[in-house]
């Protein structure tokens, strides 16, 4: 069974920081794009960050290029997004999802086929 496990959203003052972390486990061998996307009330969802892990391949969203930084470390099958420079727009549920690298290059982070449950991140100006 496919388990992807977010952790570290909380409420914090603009500027500050935060970092998110997305366990992964039963991942089947070809399942190696691990990434991040939020959706805000009202808004459209948003890919903000992936990561292929075989190599370390990472994507960005430009609104958040320069502040949010991602990691894995594939021996504890962790995947991090360390979030520096909050804003109040940054304010949204941040999933985690996995698929493969062809679906990285071809869809959206938020079409990947296996997501976590969500972890709310809250930035007060």
């Known amino acids: 069974e496919v388990q992807l496990v977010e952790s570290g959203g909380g409420l914090v003052q603009a500027g500050e920081s935060l970092r998110l972390s997305c366990s992964a486990s039963?991942?089947?061998?070809?399942?190696?794009?691990i990434g991040w996307f939020r959706q805000a009330p009202g808004k459209e969802r948003e890919g903000v960050s992936c990561?292929?892990?075989?190599?370390?391949?990472?994507r960005y969203a430009d609104s958040v290029k320069g502040r949010f930084t991602i990691s894995s470390d594939n021996a504890k099958n962790t995947v991090y997004l360390q979030m520096n420079g909050l804003k109040p727009e940054d304010t949204a549920v941040y999933y985690c999802a996995a698929d493969t690298v062809l679906a990285m290059n071809i869809i959206e982070i938020y079409e990947f086929q296996y997501r976590g449950q969500g972890t709310q991140v809250t930035v007060s100006s």
């Open positions: 990561i292929r892990t075989s190599d370390g391949t990472t």
């Open positions: 039963g991942l089947p061998n070809d399942v190696d794009a």
